[in-house]
Structure formats: structure tokens, C-alpha cells
């Protein structure tokens, strides 16, 4: 956190230098110890240890999520350096709902950290306040485990300072159970996705209820942070909402500045471009395809990685700060199935391990009735009877054991105009609920 603190007031020029420096480092590393850049990085030419210019560097080639898909552990070093610690497994459905495993180091995992510890920082969170979060998946906790009370916020926060309690509610509670957990515990702080902060802002004006006096500031991630939402955050907290965009293969990717809505890319941990479609960097105000590479990530080497997003390049900052900046992400967006009751359920995919299934590589989960789901996936092969049982269990542990699942295959699941992709789309209306209006199933 001292190095961050540091690094953040670094010129540009510092800054890039300080990138090239950790890239040469880590190209050095993956053609040494990982065959697959080895073959790649040979085919271009490359020599261990040269330096590493730009325009080599926009030479390297687009590593896509197939790629890291079909190659698996081929990804992982052979020789993570002792200083790194020990590597372990990061599990996700990704921004396309394309399941993958990558491997981590407990150094990399640290600077992460660090990472995640700087946004509470810059949102100027008292450390001895109460903060509230709405979640459920413990891989994906960045503060306390889900369910009910606990002492201290949890890593990262309480590995360095006295923290005040926190309270947790399952992000599968109905909105209204949401609202009164709010206004009962009170926190000063509130970390949810942004679908379940439109559905609970409606709430409270539908219901005029109050909205809770402590609350201090609003933490968004996971999904698209809209303009509009940022609207309505005002307007019914009066509260300014502080949006991140991250992914769990490569960790927090970019910050929301502490004093604009645009976005600050995480430069010290992470190298991003934003290309067009003849693979050019975009200009401010372009909207182009995200390459990501984890300057850290010596477990499993991800450069040049094309996660699935589209995001718009910003100007530099006035608060002048040296990171790149993201005018807005286009990302994932996440409907709710409705239950027979009329009552909206938050369904989070990334817990259900479906990368242990190595055929599949893309789902898209839709609700077709208050009864039936489709499951519309892009296999290497057709799943086996069995493993087609195990995902549909999986799949009604987050939406409800009562729907029965229904598979289809398909080619690719295409993004829908705009880029946003949705793992979950319910095409039935809550108003026609059976148990709403007294109808048998």
C-alpha cells in the first residue's frame, strides 16, 4: 500500500517505464518456463532478456479464451520463482459466461490485494465504520464472508488496519428482505452489484421507506455501472456510487476516480489496451475490444488476453494521477428468474465451478416460463447424460430446485446488439405469476 500510495503520483513516462520494466521480466519468465509462449514468442524472433519496445510488443498475439480453454495447464509455469510463494487455483465463468481455471501466486494474490485495499482508500472509507455487504460466493468475497455478523471487514482490509464490524446478507434474499436488512443494520458502507441496487432503489420509493441515514458511500462491481444508475444513486441516496471493473482471472482491473465517474486502470498490476477492430489502440472517446496482461502473473502467463469486454478510452485525468483512464466498460449484465411467487431472485453463476467441466465453453442460462429453464451451450462435444445432470443441479442450487432444465446446442451464443452479455435472460413477465394469482402449476 506505501508502494501504491507512491506510484500513484508517478509522471506517465514513470509509469509506462515502470510496465515495460515488469514485462520484459515477465516474457523472459514465460519463454523460459511455460512451452506454449515458448513456441509462440520463438515465432516472432524473441531472445530472453531483450528489451521490450512497443512496437514488438503490439507484434505478440491476441491470446483468447479458447486458448487459455483448450490449453489448460499447459498456461502454468513449470518454475514459479521461490519469491512468489506458492500458486493456486482462480476459478471463473468470465465476462462471456465461458468457464476457465488459471493459476495463481500468493504474491500476485498480495498486490491484489493491495489493489482492492486501495479502492476503500480512495472512496475515503473510515476504517472504523460498519460495512455492509450484498454477496454470496466466498471465492468472490474482497471483505468478510457471506452470512450475518462479523468483527472486522476481513481481508485485505483487516491485514493492515483496525476495522470497524460487518454484516453480510445473501445477494439470493428478495429485494424487500434486502431493504430491511439495510435500514436494520444501518451500515456506514455498502458494497452490491448493480442490479440488485436499481431493483432496491425502486423498493424504497415504491414502499416510502427511508433510505438509511449512516450510509456514507456505495461500492459497484461485477457488472455494467450505467450512467443512469449513477442518476439514480443521487437522487435516492444522495450518495455519488463508486463502481470498479475487475474479473477474477486477472483481479481488480480498474478504479473509479476519486473525483470523476471515469475509470482509472490498475497500471502498477495490470497492462491494458483498448484496440479497434484492425487490432489499432483507440483514441479518447473510441470504443474498442479490452487486452489485458497480469504484470504479476507468473503462475499462469496471460499476456495479450482478450477477456470478452468493450470499454471506451477516457482523456487523461485532471486529478493527475498517471493511470489510463476508461470512460465507461461494457461488460456482463445479469437479469433475475422470477419465482412462481412473482418475487425476483439474483442468480450468480461464478460459484458453480463449471470450468471443472472441460467440454463446455460457453453457457447462457434462459427462463422460459415460472417452471422451465433453457440452457443454450457451446460444447467441444455433446455433454454426457451425467454431466448434463450435475450442471442442471448446480444451475438450481442459484435459480430454484423447482425448474426443470432443458438443453440446446449451439455453435457460439453471439452478443446482442450493444455488447452487453447476459449468462441469465428471463423473458417471463412477474405480473402472470401463478401463486401470485392463485393459479395451480
Request: with cysteine; charged share 20%; aromatic share 10%.
Amino acid at each position: 500500500m506505501e508502494q501504491l500510495e507512491g506510484s500513484q503520483w508517478w509522471s506517465p513516462e514513470l509509469l509506462q517505464r515502470y510496465q515495460f520494466a515488469l514485462l520484459e521480466r515477465l516474457l523472459a519468465h514465460a519463454h523460459e518456463t511455460v512451452p506454449f509462449y515458448r513456441t509462440r514468442l520463438a515465432a516472432l524472433g524473441y531472445r530472453a532478456g531483450q528489451s521490450i519496445t512497443p512496437e514488438f510488443w503490439r507484434q505478440l498475439p491476441i491470446l483468447k479464451r479458447s486458448d487459455v480453454q483448450d490449453q489448460g495447464d499447459a498456461l502454468k509455469s513449470t518454475s514459479v520463482p521461490a519469491e512468489h510463494g506458492d500458486a493456486f487455483k482462480v476459478n471463473t465463468s468470465g465476462s462471456t459466461a465461458t468457464p476457465l481455471s488459471v493459476w495463481r501466486t500468493d504474491l500476485h494474490a498480495l498486490i491484489l490485494q493491495a489493489i482492492v485495499l486501495r479502492r476503500v482508500i480512495w472512496q475515503g472509507c473510515d476504517f472504523r465504520l460498519k460495512f455492509g455487504t450484498v454477496m454470496w460466493d466466498r471465492e468472490d468475497a474482497s471483505f468478510a464472508p457471506a452470512g450475518g455478523h462479523h468483527p472486522n471487514w476481513g481481508s485485505p482490509a483487516a491485514l493492515a488496519y483496525q476495522t470497524g464490524p460487518a454484516v453480510v446478507i445473501d445477494n439470493r434474499s428478495s429485494t424487500a428482505e434486502i431493504a430491511d436488512w439495510l435500514l436494520r443494520e444501518q451500515p456506514d458502507y455498502l458494497r452490491i452489484v448493480p442490479t440488485l441496487l436499481k431493483d432496491l432503489r425502486f423498493h424504497c420509493r415504491d414502499q416510502g421507506l427511508a433510505t438509511p441515514h449512516n450510509l456514507k458511500a456505495i461500492m459497484c462491481g461485477s457488472e455494467v455501472v450505467s450512467p443512469d444508475l449513477r442518476e439514480l444513486v443521487r437522487r435516492t441516496f444522495r450518495l455519488e456510487l463508486f463502481g470498479s471493473y475487475g474479473a477474477r482471472e486477472i483481479g481488480t482491473i480498474a478504479l473509479q476516480c476519486p473525483d470523476h465517474p471515469h475509470y482509472h486502470v490498475q497500471a502498477e498490476a495490470t497492462l491494458l489496451e483498448v484496440l479497434d477492430e484492425s487490432g489499432n489502440p483507440c483514441a479518447p472517446g473510441e470504443t474498442g475490444t479490452v487486452i489485458l496482461t497480469s504484470l504479476h502473473g507468473y503462475a499462469s502467463p496471460l499476456i495479450r488476453y482478450e477477456i470478452g469486454d468493450r470499454a471506451v478510452v477516457g482523456s487523461p485525468c485532471p486529478c493527475g494521477r498517471p493511470h489510463p483512464v476508461l470512460q465507461q466498460v461494457v461488460g456482463r449484465t445479469r437479469d433475475r428468474v422470477v419465482l412462481p411467487s412473482g418475487k425476483r431472485r439474483y442468480c450468480y453463476f461464478g460459484s458453480l465451478a463449471f470450468w471443472e467441466f472441460r467440454d463446455l465453453r460457453q453457457f447462457q442460462v434462459i427462463q422460459r416460463s415460472f417452471f422451465d429453464l433453457e440452457v443454450r451451450l457451446v460444447a467441444r462435444h455433446r455433454l454426457t447424460p451425467d454431466v448434463e445432470a450435475e450442471v442442471a443441479r448446480r444451475i438450481k442450487i442459484v435459480t430454484g430446485e423447482h425448474f426443470s432444465v432443458r438443453f440446446t446446442y449451439h455453435d457460439s451464443i453471439p452478443l446482442p446488439p450493444g455488447g452487453k452479455f447476459q449468462d441469465l435472460v428471463c423473458e417471463v413477465d412477474p405480473a402472470d405469476a401463478p401463486e401470485s394469482v392463485g393459479a395451480a402449476p
